[in-house]
Structure formats: C-alpha cells, structure tokens
C-alpha cells in the first residue's frame, strides 16, 4: 500500500478518536522512526513516552522472540517463570515495601485497580484527585481525570472524586473527610501541561496521609522507569507511597499496566476481587524483564537527567531571545514548553523537517524522546525546534510592526 491508501483505510474503518498527524511509521530503531517513503524522524514523542529504550531495542526482540517460541500466554490462574523472574526483578527496584504487584494492561487499568484496592482496603469511598490530572479514560480512571473535554460527554462518573489544585497541600488538608480512601496524584503532571510541583507537595501529602489514615496513590504511568531522572519520580523527594501505577514503557511497547502496593494494602484483595484475562502474559514478562536490563545497563535515569538538564538549559537560553516562548520547564527527559499561542503550527512544521513532538494541552510543546536518544540527535532536535521558534518570532515581531 503506498501512504494516500494507507492513510485512507485508517480514516474509513478506524474509529475516529485520534488526533492524527499526516505520515505513515513503517520501522524504528532507537531514538530514529522511518516513514513509508523512507524519510527519516528524530523522535522526541517516543508514543507518549512508551519507547523509553528507543524502537526495537535488540535485546528487547530477542526476549520476545525467544518467549514466545516457548509461550505466548499464560494467564494468572497458572504459574509461569518468566513472570516470577519480572516480579523478582521489578519489585528489587521499587521503593521499599511496596512488593506486591497486581499485573494490568494499560495505564487506565492500573489506576482502576488502585482505585478499587484503595476502597477495599479503607473501606471508605472518596478519593482526592488533582485539578490538571490526567490518569486514563476508563470509567474509574476518567473520574480522577480532571480535564472536561474528556469527561463532559459520559456522566454520570464514578461518584465520590474530588479535584484540588496542584501542588496545594493546604487545599487536600481542607478537602479530605472521614470518607477519603485515597490521594491520587502525578509526581509531574504530563498531559496537564508538564507540571512540577514544589518539592514540598509529595512529602506533605505523605504527611497527611500519614496522620489521617488515607492511602497515597501515586501514578507513575508516565514518569516512571527513569524518565525523569530518578527510577520513579516521587524518589526526587524520597518519598514512599502505599500503591504506585506503572505502565507505558514498562514493556518496550508490549501493553503492560503494573498496579503496586505494600503487601498489608494488596492483601485486601482477595480471590476473584480483580482480574483480567490477558494480565502478565509470559511474552509481555519477558520483554518487560529486558526493558528493566536495559534501563539498569545503560543506566538511563542518570542519562536522563543529564540529558535533560542540558537540553531545558538550551531552551532557556532561547526563552531569553524569544518572546513567544512563555515558560520552559521540566524534569529530566520530560520537558515542556509553553508558547503564547496554540501550538499546532509548531509541530506540523517540526514534523516536516523530520522532528516528532508533542503537544501537552493548546499552547504547550512535549518532549518525551526515548532516553538512550543520543547527544548529537537531541542537540539536532533542539536545533529544529528553535529555527522553527525563531522564524514563528520573526513572522509575530513583523505581525506587529505592519500592524
Ligand atoms: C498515559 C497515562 C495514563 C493512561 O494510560 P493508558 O495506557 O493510556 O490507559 C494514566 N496516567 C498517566 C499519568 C498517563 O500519562
């Protein structure tokens, strides 16, 4: 099929709930992505963050092809090695205490059984979330979402969520109730806009919990695995929660949600509480066992940070010349940029001169780029964007003038 034909069947028959953008991806390998025509892209989308390791990491292939010439599935009802050899392995990485995995598919998954686990535990009914969260679009997951545009259209929700403003210990103080099983909260807000909250807010919600017998849930789903320096994001502020929601790179692309907790939290839960069919199938372990090599190996968080800290000084460097450009900010390769005006204009033009990004909200561009990204193709990335910045600043500056 050539790309008009591809691009055609995709509009007929797939539902239409993307926002999609004009190129057909045929292969990938690390931080690079090829389209059908064979033009070359430097992603710093890495599909919302999912292809941490970069695009057909070797080791990653090899893993599946090997457990798959053995087992595809095996569901949880039977014992399987490749997932207690994962198990072994993810619970030596997170925070202490929290050893007890439920294995879930997607994100929004991971946040259900959270939310479930947080009820059954407490037996108490509420749950705080964040005004900006962004935690799925599954009943219970849309619930803790805060933005309307995804909400409006499918009340009645899940009754007994609440929405704080970000970063605001105060307003949880005065928000939470006899009734609060659970605080839900991003270590850095993602979809809301690549948010870092003051240093102080997780260890002070931990306070709270703490003294009010209420849960700490924290959604790791995108800033997890090193994205933004540390392992996990809540360990910049060494904090532990009761229950922690992964998923997105955990598997190399493979779909696989990890809800964790500390073992007293997930003992609430018993036979026939939760499940799901496909959860912890033996190929997806597998890969999920190589991604955690590889993050280990190549030690990622560390690159992360460094890269990142570079790139967010770059940016700020820009932010002084150009006036458009209203914030830079982020945490190691989670980074965002905020403009004075919508930014769809910006990516278009990234992704014609062969640059991926994202958005995060109207005015906000995202970078997730996979973390083994080289220097020289994040310093190539960066010099994309700010020609692109530059000119978008010369075009408004000569708005004004003949104005
Ligand atoms: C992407 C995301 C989710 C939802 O994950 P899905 O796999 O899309 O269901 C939940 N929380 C956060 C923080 C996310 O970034």
Redesign the pocket.
């Known amino acids: 099929m050539n790309k008009l034909e591809v691009m055609d069947f995709e509009k007929k028959y797939m539902a239409n709930v993307y926002s999609k953008k004009p190129i057909v991806i045929t292969k990938g390998k690390g931080s690079l992505l090829w389209d059908l025509d064979g033009r070359e892209y430097i992603d710093c989308m890495s599909n ?2 999912v292809s941490l390791v970069g695009h057909s990491h070797p080791k990653v292939i090899e893993e599946i092809k090997k457990q798959s010439e053995l087992l595809i599935s095996c569901h949880g009802s039977l014992y399987n090695e490749a997932r207690s050899i994962f198990l072994e392995k993810i619970v030596k990485i997170t925070p202490k205490g929290l050893n007890k995995v439920y294995f879930a ?7 259900e059984c959270a939310i479930k686990l947080a009820r059954k535990f407490t037996g108490k009914p509420e749950v705080i979330a964040m005004m900006g ?6 009943f219970g ?1 849309l619930s803790a ?1 805060w933005n309307q545009k995804y909400r409006k259209s499918f009340e009645p929700l899940v009754p007994g969520f609440k929405h704080i403003p970000y970063g605001n210990s105060e307003k949880v103080r005065e928000n939470i109730t006899k009734e609060t099983a659970a605080i839900l909260v ?1 270590p850095v ?3 809301g806009g690549v948010k870092v909250p003051p240093p102080t807010f997780l260890p002070e919600l931990r306070e709270i919990c703490d003294e009010k017998g209420t849960l700490l849930i924290v ?5 997890g695995f090193g994205r933004t320096g540390k392992m996990f994001a809540s360990q910049h502020s060494q904090i532990t929660p009761d229950i922690m ?1 992964l ?2 790179a955990v598997a190399g692309g493979l ?1 696989l ?1 990890l809800t964790i907790a500390k073992e007293d939290i997930m003992s609430s839960f018993k036979v026939g509480d939760h499940s799901t069919t496909f959860g912890g199938n033996a190929v997806v372990c597998a890969a999920a066992t190589a991604v955690l090599k590889i993050i280990e190996e190549e030690n990622l968080p560390d690159r992360a940070a460094d890269l990142g800290s570079r790139i967010i000084a770059n940016m700020r460097k820009l932010q002084n010349e150009c006036k458009i450009i209203r914030d830079v900010r982020g945490l190691g390769l989670m980074i965002g940029m905020e403009f004075r005006f919508d930014v769809l204009n910006i990516i278009m033009k990234a992704l014609e001169s062969g640059l991926l990004v994202l958005d995060a909200g109207r005015n906000i561009v995202r970078l997730l780029p996979p973390l083994v990204i080289s220097q020289e193709q994040l310093d190539r990335a960066f010099g994309i964007l700010s020609t692109i910045i530059r000119e978008e600043e010369n075009e408004r500056l000569r708005k004004t003038d003949s104005n």
């Open positions: 919302y963050g598919n997607s994100g929004a998954e991971s946040i969260a962004y935690h799925g679009k599954t997951a979402t991003e807000q993602g979809e959604d790791e789903v995108q800033t929601c998923a997105k779909p949600g």
